[in-house]
């Protein structure tokens, strides 16, 4: 089993930017696509960000297209998120996973918090 360890979150005053850090452990983690979601309180956790190891593809939820990208590197096991442009909405607690729809592990969150 997959196990995942974020990092790089933090407070950002809106316009500034964040590097979230994603490091998996086991033989298995380029098995299946890493990525991000995000959840604030009371809402459901949602899709931020995809990276594939097969191929580098990445997908993006709208809400951060242009702003956000990632990018894995298979050596260190590790996705990254850079994040800039941050605005006060992309506030949440940020969750690093590893698999698909079906089936996927979780990391424990780091929160990003931009104030305006």
């Known amino acids: 089993q997959v196990q995942l360890l974020e990092s790089g979150g933090g407070f950002v005053q809106a316009g500034g930017s964040l590097r979230l850090s994603c490091a998996a452990s086991g033989r298995t983690f380029n098995t299946y696509p890493m990525g991000w979601f995000r959840q604030v309180p009371g809402k459901e956790r949602e899709f931020v960000a995809a990276?594939?190891?097969?191929?580098?593809?990445?997908d993006y939820a709208d809400s951060v297209k242009g702003r956000f990208t990632i990018s894995g590197d298979n050596a260190k096991k590790t996705v990254y998120l850079q994040m800039n442009s941050l605005k006060p909405e992309d506030t949440a607690v940020y969750y690093c996973?590893?698999?698909?729809?079906?089936?996927?592990?979780w990391g424990q969150g780091t929160q990003v918090t931009v104030s305006s």
């Open positions: 990276f594939s190891w097969s191929g580098g593809r990445t």
């Open positions: 996973y590893q698999g698909s729809s079906v089936s996927r592990s």
